[in-house]
């Protein structure tokens, strides 16, 4: 039981001093959230400001930007402390190092999945989607950008050794985040159409349950084989 609770504090205390990190360097998290707005802006401009084919591409068009906005901040959940030696420490910790990737992952969602959920409505407007299609925007985005970030710990943890990752890392995480955006923007187009979207709810649902039960081991092993 003690140890649980260890566990427990140290798990918080890892959340705890992420988050301080990443609010001591805001300019950096916001480097997702503009990338994510802008791309998203640019489409009315560069293809067509036609309300009728802004709503057609408007789901697809922000789960691509909101993708490539995650993967933009995938190397920060481990490269500064690969960098200051604080990766090593957490080898060596007792604590379980896969709940310490969590904390991490956790952090790393919150500082940049949950801005790319608040921001997610207004550019749905800007894309003319349709008031039914922004709830499950909202939704789909709330289950799958989780799993974005979990997905992408993995890809980083193989690759936080090497100095120059980050195009190796888009080539290992991109195919697994194919099943994301394919239900993701589906759920999006289905509701706009006034169709039920429960299916692909359920099944972005599952992919955030077998991330949040697979992503944080096999990152820690990930991390294991890179540092040794």
């Given at each position: ?153 993995i890809g980083v ?63 820690a092993a990930a ?6």
């Amino acid at each position: 039981m003690s140890e649980q609770i260890d566990t427990g504090r140290a798990f918080l205390a890892m959340l705890r001093r992420d988050l301080t990190l990443a609010y001591r360097h805001r300019g950096e998290l916001a480097n997702p959230l503009l990338f994510f707005v802008i791309v998203v802006t640019l489409f009315p401009l560069g293809v067509s400001p036609e309300a009728g084919l802004l709503a057609r591409i408007g789901a697809g068009v922000i789960w691509v930007a909101a993708l490539l906005a995650a993967m933009l901040s995938l190397d920060s959940i481990f490269r500064s402390d690969f960098d200051d030696g604080a990766l090593e420490q957490m080898l060596l910790s007792p604590h379980p190092l896969s709940m310490l990737v969590l904390a991490k992952v956790a952090a790393h969602w919150l500082v940049t999945g949950v801005p790319l959920l608040v921001m997610a409505p207004l550019l749905g407007v800007l894309m003319r989607l349709p008031g039914e299609a922004l709830g499950a925007l909202v939704a789909t985005l709330a289950l799958g950008t989780p799993v974005l970030s979990l997905i992408g710990a993995i890809g980083v943890a193989l690759t936080v050794g090497l100095r120059r990752g980050g195009v190796l890392v888009s080539l290992l995480v991109l195919p697994l985040y194919i099943p994301v955006l394919i239900f993701a923007a589906s759920a999006v187009e289905a509701a706009a159409a006034g169709v039920p979207v429960t299916g692909q709810l359920y099944f972005l649902g599952a992919l955030l349950a077998l991330a949040l039960s697979l992503a944080p081991f096999a990152a820690a092993a990930a991390l294991r084989v890179s540092l040794s």
